[in-house]
C-alpha cells in the first residue's frame, strides 16, 4: 500500500519517471477498487503550486527535459490538478496519463531528430530571446544564433554576429558559446561575444562572472574576469587581454550606442549593425580618428553630424541599388577627409 501511495505522491507532484507512468497505467487499467479508495482518501496530499506560465508548449517541454535530473517539476499536469474537484479525481486521472504519455513522447522524438532553432535578427535591430534552460540572449543586426530544441548536459549554441547572453547559473551544465574558431564556457554570467565571418577579430567582454576562453580543441585559452576583454586574432592564433569598461559595449542591448575613444573601425563596425549600412572609408589617415559619443535616438545622419563636432571628415550616402531578387542594398555612406 504504501508503494502505491509513493507512486501517486510522485505522479501528483511530478516527479514520476516513464516506470512509473507505466505502473499507474496498468493499476488504473485493473479497476482496482481499493487503489480508487487510496486516491481519494489521500487526495488533499496531492495539491501541487500552480506552473509557472510558458510562453508556448515547446518552450516548457524543454524546460520539462532539461530539468529531469530529480528537481521538482510544475507541469501542465499540475494546473490540471488544482482545476478540478476531489470528486472528478477518478475521472481525471487517465486524462493525465494520457498528456504525461504525449509529453514523454514528444520529449522523444525531438532527442532522435536532433531538433534545432535558428533565430536571425535582421540588420539594424535586436532580438531578444529565451534558451530552453531560461537564460536570455540579445542579438544584434546582422546576427544569428542555433541551438537544440532541448537542451542535455552541455548546453551549447552556435553563433554569428554579435550577441549578449544572460546565463542561467547551473554549475552541472556548463553553457558553451561556439563562436567560429573558439569557445566560450561559462556556467553562470552576463557576457557579449563579436564574431563575424569577414573579420579576423573575435572579440569577448565580460560583465559579470568568470568565463573561460577555449581553442577548437576546447582546451582552455584563457580566464577571464569581469570587465575584461578578449581579442583573439585568428589570422595569428593569438589572444590580446584587456581591462575595460563593459557597460559600453553591453549598452546596445538598452538602446544605447556608446564610444569612449573608440577608433574609426570600432565606431564604423558598430554603426554598421546598429543602423544595417555600410560604411567606407575612403582615406586611410582617417583610421586614425577616435570618439567619444552615447547615441540613443539619433537616426545615421544626426549621429555622423555629431561624429563631425568631434572631427574633421565628410560623409555622402549613395543611392541604394536594387538587387536580382527585386530587394534594396544596404544604404552605403563614403567618409573621406576634407
Not at 514520476?16 to 482518501?41: G, P
Not at 521538482?72 to 494520457?98: E, G, H, N
Not at 564574431?195 to 577571464?224: F, P
Not at 584587456?242 to 577608433?263: C, P, V
Amino acid at each position: 500500500m504504501n508503494e502505491k501511495l509513493n507512486l501517486l505522491k510522485r505522479f501528483f507532484n511530478d516527479k514520476y519517471s516513464r516506470t512509473d507512468y507505466l505502473e499507474l497505467k496498468k493499476l488504473l487499467s485493473s479497476q482496482d477498487n481499493e487503489f480508487e479508495k487510496l486516491i481519494t482518501a489521500h487526495w488533499d496530499e496531492f495539491k501541487t503550486e500552480t506552473i509557472r506560465s510558458q510562453r508556448d508548449m515547446s518552450e516548457m517541454l524543454a524546460k520539462i527535459n532539461f530539468e529531469m535530473d530529480g528537481k521538482p517539476q510544475k507541469t501542465i499536469i499540475a494546473k490540471f490538478i488544482q482545476t478540478f474537484s476531489r470528486v472528478a479525481a477518478i475521472l481525471l486521472i487517465p486524462l493525465l496519463l494520457a498528456l504525461g504519455f504525449l509529453v514523454f513522447q514528444f520529449n522523444e522524438y525531438l532527442f532522435q531528430k536532433d531538433v534545432y532553432v535558428e533565430v536571425s535578427s535582421p540588420p539594424g535591430s535586436r532580438t531578444h530571446l529565451n534558451l530552453p534552460d531560461g537564460s536570455d540572449v540579445w542579438l544584434n543586426g546582422d546576427s544569428r544564433i542555433r541551438y537544440p530544441a532541448i537542451f542535455s548536459k552541455l548546453r551549447e549554441v552556435e553563433m554569428k554576429g554579435e550577441a549578449f547572453f544572460k546565463v542561467k547559473s547551473d554549475t552541472k551544465h556548463p553553457f558553451i558559446v561556439s563562436a567560429d574558431e573558439i569557445f566560450v564556457r561559462a556556467t553562470g554570467t552576463e557576457f557579449n561575444v563579436l564574431s563575424c565571418e569577414d573579420e579576423d577579430e573575435i572579440r569577448v567582454i565580460l560583465k559579470e562572472g568568470n568565463v573561460a576562453i577555449l581553442n577548437a580543441e576546447h582546451s582552455e585559452l584563457k580566464q577571464m574576469t569581469a570587465g575584461c576583454q578578449v581579442n583573439y586574432l585568428k589570422t595569428k592564433d593569438a589572444i590580446n587581454y584587456s581591462k575595460i569598461n563593459a557597460e559600453d559595449y553591453a549598452g546596445w542591448i538598452e538602446g544605447k550606442l556608446i564610444f569612449r575613444n573608440a577608433s574609426m573601425a570600432e565606431v564604423v563596425s558598430r554603426m554598421e549593425r546598429w543602423y544595417g549600412i555600410d560604411i567606407e572609408i575612403a582615406d586611410e589617415e582617417l583610421l586614425q580618428l577616435h570618439f567619444k559619443a552615447t547615441f540613443i535616438d539619433e537616426n545615421i545622419e544626426e549621429a555622423l553630424k555629431l561624429l563631425q563636432s568631434t572631427a574633421t571628415f565628410n560623409y555622402r550616402f549613395t543611392k541604394r541599388q536594387t538587387r536580382e531578387d527585386g530587394s534594396f542594398e544596404n544604404t552605403k555612406i563614403f567618409i573621406t577627409k576634407n
